[in-house]
């Protein structure tokens, strides 16, 4: 079955280190998506993407963070001047567009970023 | 805002029982209501996913039932095996923005 795949699967950063985690979505889709999880919190929505733009993004998506789609096939995420509470399982996940999203999304493994 | 809550937090049967796993949002104008399930340290695997229009999904041991104008989602997994212990999430889109919104979760024990 396809899946989305993440890495680095950890990391370990310096505070105030630019960190970039990568992502492949399942070949077909056209919906991505950021959303973390710090410990013992719930999953949270960071940011949504579309047509190379971003079409949804969260309060805690703020000026530090941003996202690209560099080729036909990865999509990452940038987090500038990392803080130590930016620390959290990051998840990459990805939706078959068909007009209006609404279908199944599909999560990957997590990277999970370690801020001392 | 829409605010999901899972209950309970925590529970642990012996194998071949029924589990029932309880959701609940407060904004009932939702797109779709998913289920996950979440291994220790592991990434998010879809279960099951429910529309708005529809009032239950099957696959295998695993039921979900949705009562939209409650607020209530509920999933059943049959005859339960140690195989079976993960947390499992409940997510509900809204209809006006799309994105999920996650409960805490329900973490399962299958005592063998």
């Known amino acids: 079955e396809p899946e989305v795949t993440q890495t680095p699967s950890h990391q370990v950063t310096q505070m105030g280190q630019e960190v970039i985690l990568r992502c492949v979505p399942i070949s077909n889709h056209l919906y991505f998506y950021w959303y973390r999880q710090i410990l013992g919190q719930k999953v949270e929505f960071l940011v949504s993407f579309y047509n190379n733009e971003i079409s949804e993004k969260s309060e805690i998506f703020d000026d530090q963070f941003s996202v690209e789609r560099p080729d036909g096939s990865n999509f990452t995420l940038k987090i500038r001047s990392t803080k130590l509470e930016d620390s959290a399982m990051y998840f990459c996940a990805s939706e078959k567009y068909q007009g209006t999203p609404g279908n199944t999304i599909y999560f990957g493994e997590g990277s999970w970023l370690t801020v001392v | ?112």
């Open chain 2, 1 to 112: 805002k829409q605010e999901v809550t899972q209950i309970p937090a925590a529970l642990s049967v012996p194998e071949g029982e029924n589990l029932v796993l309880n959701c609940s949002f407060t904004d009932s104008a939702i797109y779709n209501l998913q289920w996950f399930r979440q291994d220790p340290g592991k990434g998010l695997t879809s279960l099951l996913l429910i529309q708005s229009s529809q009032r239950e999904q099957t696959s295998g041991r695993l039921n979900a039932s949705l009562d939209k104008s409650s607020g209530r989602s509920t999933l059943y997994i049959a005859a339960s095996q140690p195989g079976d212990s993960a947390t499992y999430l409940c997510a509900v889109r809204r209809s006006n923005d799309y994105k999920l919104s996650f409960g805490a979760g329900t973490t399962v024990t299958v005592r063998a």
